[in-house]
């Protein structure tokens, strides 16, 4: 059964939904307490839909296999933790393509891991700075990353633990994202300008010299902005909180 996952950042508990209505439509929330301190994010494998990452502020990384069927998904087990308390975790993420690996961010540290043998497959070059998001290409050859810095970096995990790209992505160290939008080096970044105003920049990696568009949105401090995008339908769009979805169909 799939899981609709909610994240409060006030605590360790996560609130597990079915996608599926069951009882005459309604929906049963189960929580599940994973951490010691807030959950700072999370990600589905997708190879199982019922293996679930998390990272926390405790500075750990769980791994998670939920329940299937009609059991209760709050009794689901830590399949594994990992983690060697490098600071708060910032992002994980699921390879794209090779099951059981995973990335994470932790301060300046990003690391490959092999989810099995619990071990880092590689550790990358310390960013100088805080790592805001991770961004996997559709193909998993490459992994990129946003910065408090305020650069995007694009690495080859595989090669080496220096980035082969970088570039300054936004003019402000504010929270930025990025998310990759095509296997042919499309890349969809999220921050802010000199003026505090959030904008969206599209980004072709193979000319990383600048971006190809750039469109300004608001100027909230406050609410979030989340670059999303389906690769199969060739849509994209920013999840915008108690606001409109701006989407682009992509060329």
Do not use: Y
């Not at 309604?26 to 990600?43: E, G, N, P, W, Y």
């Not at 998904?73 to 990992?82: D, G």
């Not at 408090?148 to 160290?173: E, M, W, Y």
């Not at 921050?191 to 010299?209: A, I, M, P």
């Amino acid at each position: 059964m799939s899981h609709l996952t909610r994240c409060p950042f006030s605590s360790g508990v996560l609130g597990l939904v079915p996608l599926e209505a069951q009882n005459g439509g309604k929906r049963a929330v189960s929580q599940l307490c994973c951490h010691s301190d807030a959950v700072t994010d999370l990600d589905f494998s997708p190879f199982d839909e019922q293996i679930l990452a998390t990272g926390s502020a405790d500075e750990v990384i769980k791994v998670w296999r939920l329940q299937d069927g009609d059991g209760d998904p709050s009794s689901s087990s830590c399949h594994v933790a990992l983690g060697a308390k490098e600071g708060p975790v910032g992002a994980v993420l699921f390879h794209p393509t090779a099951d059981g690996t995973l990335s994470s961010a932790a301060r300046k540290t990003v690391k490959v891991w092999n989810v099995e043998r619990q071990q880092a497959l590689t550790e990358l070059e310390p960013h100088e700075d805080q790592v805001q998001s991770l961004g996997w290409r559709p193909d998993g050859s490459l992994l990129g990353t946003s910065c408090k810095d305020k650069k995007l970096r694009i690495f080859d995990p595989r090669t080496k633990p220096t980035p082969c790209q970088s570039v300054l992505g936004h003019d402000n160290a504010k929270d930025s994202r990025l998310v990759w939008v095509n296997a042919e080096g499309g890349l969809l970044s999220v921050g802010f300008n000199q003026v505090r105003e959030r904008e969206v920049r599209l980004w072709d990696t193979r000319k990383f010299g600048s971006s190809l568009a750039s469109v300004t949105l608001d100027a909230s401090p406050r609410a979030r902005r989340v670059p999303l995008c389906d690769g199969k339908l060739q849509i994209s769009g920013i999840h915008m909180k108690w606001q409109k979805l701006f989407v682009k169909i992509l060329s």
